[in-house]
């Protein structure tokens, strides 16, 4: 299949906090020819970081909460445990983003940072690619309420065992899916990489 695909008109329908895109478009068919025209709205999101704070020394990971509006048709699971993120800013590179974020929404220096994976969260809909880190931090001073207010952050941070964590997984009492990924690559990573980074 020659795989190609063509954007027949583009127009901003919302532009606020985030941008909606409509697109008129086609596409080749793994049958031959093309589909015919179809309209799709796209949520415009720029990339993303999201960092799984972690102590090998302690076998510690760090997991905040915060209300998300995403999460409000289900009103019992509006406050979402998770790990830190952020959106990656015109001129910035993830790396940065990701030291960034983890001192403003966790108050965690990063003192080793890897790459786990980059991905699509949701490309039904939307355009945002994640790169998911882990990054190595001293877990001793860790929790309280962190943010920016002038971002209207209100998050809790704390730090649990790993063992506690999965548990949470498993439990259903984290239900979004970059933590979900994260903790699941710790699962299968963990031994590994207490050797790499040393623990005491």
């Not at 179809?38 to 799984?52: D, K």
């Not at 590179?93 to 699509?120: D, K, T, W």
């Amino acid at each position: 299949m020659d795989k190609k695909f063509e954007i027949l008109n583009k127009e901003v329908i919302y532009q606020g906090f985030f941008r909606l895109e409509r697109y008129r478009l086609k596409h080749t068919l793994y049958g031959g020819g093309w589909s015919s025209e179809i309209t799709r709205e796209l949520f415009r999101r720029g990339n993303c970081v999201a960092v799984l704070l972690y102590d090998p020394d302690a076998d510690k990971v760090v997991l905040i909460e915060q209300f998300r509006t995403g999460a409000i048709l289900k009103a019992d699971k509006a406050w979402l445990v998770e790990i830190v993120a952020g959106a990656i800013e015109e001129g910035e590179v993830a790396e940065a983003v990701a030291y960034r974020e983890s001192l403003e929404e966790a108050g965690c220096e990063i003192q080793q940072l890897m790459v786990i994976n980059e991905f699509y969260t949701t490309p039904g809909g939307s355009s945002e690619w994640i790169t998911l880190f882990c990054g190595k931090v001293d877990s001793t001073t860790v929790g309280g309420i962190h943010g920016l207010d002038h971002e209207d952050e209100d998050i809790w941070v704390r730090t649990v065992s790993f063992d506690e964590a999965y548990l949470m997984l498993e439990n259903g009492e984290i239900d979004s899916a970059i933590p979900i990924i994260a903790i699941q690559w710790l699962a299968l990573n963990r031994q590994k990489l207490r050797q790499e980074w040393g623990v005491k």
